[in-house]
């Protein structure tokens, strides 16, 4: 199911009206496992379905918090894309006879409430990388600056570019360096990246003349890496440049952020020298070596920070995503995120109720109706996230049918956004079926 809501984004983003699909399960917590009273397709830290009080159905999401940890329960969801908002909605019920501490002057504030966090998406294959390692043994002019460029056009999903500039040095089969100390270092300089042709490069520190940390990573094993330099040669631009050497696979990257359909021109600046000898100077002779730039094209990066319950509550516009002890008791308050995913930015979404608090105090948090939907990956009202509107679909639009509430189940059908599912959702559904049976 993941890898169909991801493929969906490219069609329906470009084209879309408010659409949506559901993508919590169980979001009522009715059902549970009788020996732990874990919720199904929940993953608990503490938290539990109840009896103890619920709005819909029969049960809820306890988190019963005493002295200093965090309780609750997560669902990790499906992995999305840049473009994509998330919307969450979940009642919480505050009860006065185990209230939330208060007054509110422990520190950190005790709170408990609903967070939506970030990782790896799942699903979302990379294309694979490009390179041109043109630089070896047989480069003729010694202390001279070679261009390789590498002239492309981003791919598919790719939000990222990652430059990789590289000096490929062979092991053997434990890993061991063929070359040992025969070849010597490469040196690189003037990074430069037209995207569309523009003339502005993206590249932080194109031409070394800073320190490398906040805008390069060099990595390398055995002795083996990148730094910066600036004695040992003639800069191509300024006086630094980057000096990559050992006896191991070395090098630098940097991420710039693309866009699917840019062309992309880089060029790069390389040099060996004459003088000295390997491993430290000399010329970069070792024959099973050559080095160059190379791009490796990620697909989203994940967007930071979490939208957390603390210390960054609400962090977004449109969110209410927590609620303390000042909060009134024994009635069930709609908590909320409201976020889109940013450019060049995908992740999978957890889903999470937490009851959190200071250093002491006790108190219980009830969840229910927690309904996660997104509302730009769907031409139509795809209850259940199978990627249809089909019978199923319909059926849900029948039972959570009010002119004068949302009632759980509804969000997905809420396209007008004002807390019902009344006659101009159902117009909205009714002509986007995608068939009875539709897989
Ligand atoms: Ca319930
Ligand atoms: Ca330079
Ligand atoms: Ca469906
Ligand atoms: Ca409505």
Not at 413 to 429: G, K, M, P, Q, R
Request: net charge negative.
């Amino acid at each position: 199911m993941k890898r169909i809501l991801v493929a969906m984004l490219c069609g329906a983003l470009a084209t879309t009206a408010m659409a949506r699909t559901g993508v919590l399960k169980n979001g009522s917590f009715e059902s549970f496992d009788p020996n732990t009273m874990i919720p199904t397709d929940w993953l608990a830290f503490g938290g539990r379905s109840s009896a103890g009080a619920f709005n819909d159905g029969a049960r809820s999401c306890l988190a019963d918090f005493a002295n200093g940890s965090f309780q609750g329960a997560f669902q990790n969801t499906v992995s999305v894309g840049p473009g994509v908002r998330v919307l969450q909605r979940c009642l919480a019920l505050h009860p006065s006879s185990d209230p939330l501490p208060g007054p509110l002057t422990n520190t950190p504030k005790p709170v408990a409430g609903i967070k939506l966090e970030f990782f790896p998406p799942e699903g979302l294959s990379s294309p694979p990388p490009e390179e041109n390692l043109a630089f070896d043994a047989n480069t003729p002019d010694l202390d001279t600056w070679v261009n390789i460029p590498i002239n492309t056009v981003v791919p598919t999903d790719a939000t990222i570019a990652r430059i990789v500039l590289i000096s490929f040095e062979p092991a053997d089969a434990n890993g061991d360096p063929i070359n040992g100390n025969l070849n010597g270092p490469i040196y690189v300089d003037s990074v430069v990246l037209s995207l569309d042709g523009n003339a502005t490069n993206p590249v932080a520190n194109p031409s070394f003349e800073s320190a490398l940390a906040g805008t390069w990573n060099s990595f390398g094993a055995l002795g083996s890496g990148a730094a910066r330099n600036l004695f040992e040669v003639t800069a191509h631009n300024g006086s630094a440049v980057l000096k990559i050497g050992g006896p191991l696979t070395a090098g630098a990257t940097q991420e710039v952020a693309v866009s699917e359909g840019q062309t992309f021109d880089l060029s790069t600046q390389w040099k060996s020298r004459s003088s000295g000898t390997p491993p430290t100077a000399g010329p970069y002779q070792a024959p099973s070596a050559f080095a160059g730039p190379k791009i490796e094209w990620v697909v989203g990066s994940v967007p930071a920070p979490n939208i957390d319950i603390a210390p960054n509550a609400q962090p977004v516009s449109a969110t209410t995503n927590i609620m303390d002890g000042n909060a009134p008791t024994d009635t069930w308050m709609p908590l909320s995120i409201d976020y889109t995913m940013p450019a060049a930015k995908a992740a999978l979404l957890r889903c999470t109720v937490i009851n959190g608090f200071g250093n002491t105090g006790m108190g219980k948090a009830y969840y229910d109706n927690f309904e996660m939907v997104l509302t730009n990956v769907f031409d139509g009202s795809d209850a259940d996230a199978d990627g249809d509107e089909d019978m199923g679909d319909i059926a849900q639009l029948q039972k959570v049918f009010s002119t004068t509430e949302l009632k759980y189940g509804g969000l997905v059908f809420d396209h007008a956004e004002d807390d019902d599912v009344d006659f101009d959702d159902v117009n909205f559904t009714l002509p986007r079926m995608t068939g009875p049976a539709a897989e």
